[in-house]
């Protein structure tokens, strides 16, 4: 009995040591956690930049004070080609980084490789987070699935470049933001008037205007979110199209090219944010553009849509396989949901906010104040909320360089109803085949 | 006991276990390479848009491989060693090795579930007389089942094998896939041989008892009839010790009674001559008293003499009683007839002492009793019993009262198990039936 005691005694000590042990070991272990973050180097939008990681660094500074013994590390000097095959490596040596930029046609796939974390939780869980703070179709671009599986870090709408010179020499107004198809077809026919009576046109009313923009601005939808299914087959669609091959006839049987473009012959053109934003501020802005003056103006609207455009983003997701997923994700919320970071991202590069805090405050409104711009950071306010997001399925390329192929064979006498009927019977063989069934 | 079966058994399950655990490690291993090489091949970006699943570390998962295969071939050893049967360590070995496998399985994302088919191989033997057999059947099925790549991979995203096969060159893909299918195909047939190996096994046990059972039929058998000797031999030694016993009491008379009659007899023979030859009344007395001395000796010796089985002893049952025969006819002046029909006879010690007895003792009844003046004796050999008659034309009896002699009869006969009978008919008849013993008949 006496023995059975002490045994038992002994067995708690020996029990007691080890939990305490093990608490101090515990408590005073290394304390220095890393958190790897990836992104590639330059910019999303095909544009040059600076300093490609300065806001980066900024956000990794801020999230290192205020979580202290935590370090953010990341490799620098990807270049965009080669980031998706420098993630699929690290994907296939299972070192994931916990945070990371993930490219459009990576989304999908990661997601369905189960690579990427589910942010439903955090979201929901996270009462110093709301995410009506973003602009919804920017938001939504990170949900797949009814899943919210990444945050927008930067946002980037579609303009409409306007060679103001141009339009001052032949002394043509520019179009009024609200403008419509009429009203930009009316401009563009004024354009490209033959003034020397050569048979040809001395200007050319636009350059890179696509048939996809025109559907947007004409509130058609070309896909279902999934991308399991597509809406050719519509009139809206038809009049855009129309509208679009119509703005081409203008130019005669001319193909507009670049050069034409640059050397100021060219009075409207499609431009993203990031261009304009670039190629309006030092040094790019002696080096392109400088023959005439220049300026962005939002899309025109179709009959049954708005002036509105495509809205694309640049997505931040955490790995699933990561061990410090709630440090990531504050991490992630430094990057995409911090105001001060988003701030100091929308002045110092080419692109928007995705918060709305940040594109309304007063700090920004002084951006586009430094000549006589006509677009403000108002105006990219309202564009980015009627914005309509990119769609992000993968294969959504392919299947858009389908459409493409087809429809900028029609001309504009054809009977692009028909045609469209066409296309709508192979787009849904095509997205059955590659999409899957619903 | 190591039954040639049983070797037989381990050494299907050594093969097995070879197989799976190969087969395991050039999985992980080939998943590793080919990982290796694709990341070389800056193919990862190709890979992965093709992948429905990426494994994890490889090279973590090869390692683990190794390791759980070395548990395995432990546990097997441990449980090879362990023929004392402790059930404990056993149950122990087998819970780590399922455990092991299954973290194996997901690991290897369902390419490979052979391994399960050995330890239920092996479950299968040591679970031979448990109660629990089906419940491990059972758990074979569905966890063989829900590890099986085609059906696992219909409900969640599993990479397949052959996803790792096609990055290498197309001959060499052949090579692999050949091996690969050769790997998966010879775990199952092994497993197959294992079963068959087991039911062999246990065939061989059945035939084995039904052998042992016949052997112990016999052994039983054997024993019954030494038992039944045994009965035997005791009642010998009983009647031997009845026999010395009786020799000792005649010697005993002969020696003490029969020495002081002797004794009385001459005493009184010399009181006769000192009385001389006038028949005075005391001569008369000393003459009754020498008859009657003289007579008890007479009588004591034939006591002693009926005591002693000493007819029987030296001459053959049918001399002896012949003997007895002609001895009573010229002592008693009767006519005896005696009646044997197969002279031949030889029986038992105690069979012929019964048989002398009884035919001394009617003898004598017919003679003391019934006044007779012929007797006749018959001995017969019926089948499987002797038949005795002694027929007298004495007077008889009415009633038959059983006396010493007559009680000494039945009780003679009855230790033989046979039956007698008395009865008054034209004379006296004693009719004894007594059975002979088998196999100890001769000629």
Known sequence: MKAKKVGIFIYTGIAFLIIVLGTVFYKF?????????????????????KESYSV????????????????????????????????AKR????????????????????????????????????????????????????????????????????????????????????????????????????????????GNPDYFGIYRYDWINAALSNGVTLFTEDGKNSYFNQESLADAIRFVKSLEDLNGNQNVTKEEFDSGKVAFSQMSLAEYRTYKSYPYKIKKYTGFAWDCIPMSAGKTGNNV???????????????????????????????QIQQKLYNDMPVASVLKEVMESRESENIFKENEDIIDSKLICQILENGSAKPRFSGYEDAIALADSKISNLNQGDDIENALRILQRQMSKYLLQERGKE | MKSIGNLKINKILELMLIISVTTMILI??????????????????????????????????????????????LTFSVRSSNRLNDTYIIFVTFIIEFILELICIILLNFNYNGILLWTFANALIYLKKNKYISIVIVAATVSYLFTTHDLVKLFINIYDISAYIRVCSTSLQTVIFFIYNTLNLMTVVSFILCCISIIVNKEEIIEKNIELNKQLEIANFDLQKANIELERSLMDNARLAEIRE??????????????????????????????????????????????????????????????????????????????????????????????????????????????????????????????????????????????????????????IESGFGLRHIRERVNMLKGQVNFRSENGFIVEAMIPIRWGEEYG
């Open chain 1, 29 to 49: 272990r290394p304390k220095e956690t890393v958190i790897e973050f990836a992104m590639f180097n330059g910019s999303n939008w095909g544009v040059a930049v």
């Open chain 1, 56 to 87: 980066i660094d900024s956000a990794i500074e801020k999230f290192e004070k205020e979580h202290k013994g935590i370090k953010i590390k990341y490799e620098s000097g990807i270049p965009k080609e080669d980031y998706s095959e420098w993630m």
């Open chain 1, 91 to 198: 994907v296939l040596k299972d070192e994931m980084p916990d945070v990371f930029m993930v490219l459009d046609d990576d989304f999908e796939n990661y997601i369905n490789l189960g690579l990427i974390e589910k942010l439903d939780g955090y979201v929901d869980g996270d009462k110093s987070f709301d995410i009506n703070k973003y602009y919804s179709e920017i938001a939504n671009s990170g949900v797949f699935e009814r899943h919210r599986y990444a945050l927008p870090y930067e946002a980037m709408p579609t303009l409409m470049f306007v060679n103001r010179t141009l339009l001052e020499n032949l002394h043509l107004n520019i179009p009024e933001n609200n403008y419509t198809f009429e009203d930009f077809y009316k401009v563009c026919r004024m354009v490209t008037l033959d003034r020397d009576l050569d």
């Open chain 1, 309 to 339: 455009s495509m809205v694309d983003s640049l997505n931040v997701a955490i790995s699933a396989k990561s061990k410090k997923k709630k440090l990531a994700w504050e991490f992630l919320k430094t990057l995409s949901y911090d105001t």
């Open chain 2, 28 to 73: 992980s291993g080939f998943v590793w390479i080919i990982t290796a090489r694709i990341i070389d091949m800056h193919e990862a970006k190709l890979f992965i848009s093709r992948s429905v699943s990426i494994p994890g570390n490889t090279m973590h998962i090869f390692i683990f491989t190794v390791i759980s295969s070395i548990c395995f071939i």
């Open chain 2, 246 to 399: 009786r020799n000792r009491i005649a010697r005993e008379i002969h020696d003490t009674l029969g020495h002081t009659l002797t004794g009385l007899a001459a005493g009184i023979d010399a009181c006769i001559a000192l009385a001389g030859d006038e028949k005075t009344p005391l001569r008369n007395q000393l003459d009754l008293l020498s008859k009657v001395s003289r007579n008890g000796i007479k009588d004591i010796r034939m006591s002693v003499s009926s005591l002693r089985p000493d007819a029987p002893d030296r001459l053959n049952l049918e001399s002896a009683i012949k003997e007895l025969v002609e001895n009573t006819k010229r002592v008693a002046g009767v006519n005896i007839i005696f009646n044997s029909e197969d002279i031949n006879l030889k029986f038992d010690e105690d069979e012929e002492m019964a048989i002398y007895r009884i035919v001394q003792e009617s003898l004598t009844n017919s003679i003391r009793h019934g006044n007779a003046k012929n007797i006749e004796v018959v001995v017969k050999k019926n089948f499987g019993s002797i038949g005795l008659m002694i027929h007298d034309d004495g007077i008889g009896c009415e009633k």
